[in-house]
T-cell receptor
């Protein structure tokens, strides 16, 4: 089973809202990732968790806050976003830094 | 030189032909390479991974790695209209911890 799930599929939020994106995998993978993807661009790495610890933070603004409650779950908390943050947010997981498996993504629109 | 480079396309091939997608990489990435297919509005889907010199075949797909020339390619035999998508080449960085994506090549298979 190579399934990564993400909720919600779509999200519309105002610039003063607080919302969270959720990601779950049951493949026993120890690394989990958040990416941001704009139209016609490749995925852009935001955060990497390895064994539930944040190992890479690619200079992402503090209005994005990741959380890894356990080895299967990854959250991305959103607060005071800007319209330019509208994008497809992808979660991925991998075992031992090998191939990454992506979830279906959350399409975020910030008004 | 960017770490991973691809022609953005679009690459157009007739149905039934061989589609050849190429990717070059710099010394800043390591020797693990991956090809992803991404349909418009969807998340990337892993097609192939290749770690050693030579060819690796999986169904209609063949990945080729040439470390001396620092390129990796993906051949799609008997191309179908359903293969029309953006193909992303990815490599692990030299720390082995995250992916570096190329910009992607858009493939169009014409009926």
């Amino acid at each position: 089973d190579t399934e990564v799930t993400q909720t919600p599929k779509h999200l519309v939020m105002g610039m003063t809202n607080k919302k969270s994106l959720k990601c779950e995998q049951h493949m026993g993978h120890r690394a989990m990732y958040w990416y941001k993807q704009k139209a016609k661009k490749p995925p852009e790495l935001m955060f990497v968790y390895s064994y539930e610890k944040l190992s890479i933070n690619e200079s992402v603004p503090s209005r994005f806050s990741p959380e890894c409650p356990n080895s299967s779950l990854l959250n991305l908390h959103l607060h005071a976003l800007q319209p330019e943050d509208s994008a497809l947010y992808l979660c991925a997981s991998s075992q031992d830094w090998g191939a990454q498996y992506f979830g279906p993504g959350t399409r975020l629109l910030v008004l | 030189q960017k770490e991973v480079e691809q022609n953005s396309g679009p690459l157009s091939v007739p149905e039934g032909a061989i589609a050849s997608l190429n990717c070059t990489y710099s010394d800043r990435v390591s020797q693990s390479f991956f090809w992803y297919r991404q349909y418009s509005g969807k998340s990337p889907e892993l097609i192939m991974s290749i770690y050693s010199n030579g060819d690796k075949e999986d169904g209609r797909f063949t990945a080729q790695l040439n470390k001396a020339s620092q390129y990796v390619s993906l051949l799609i035999r008997d191309s179908q209209p359903s293969d029309s998508a953006t193909y992303l080449c990815a490599a692990t960085d030299n720390y082995g911890q995250n992916f570096v994506f190329g910009p992607g090549t858009r493939l169009s298979v014409l009926p």
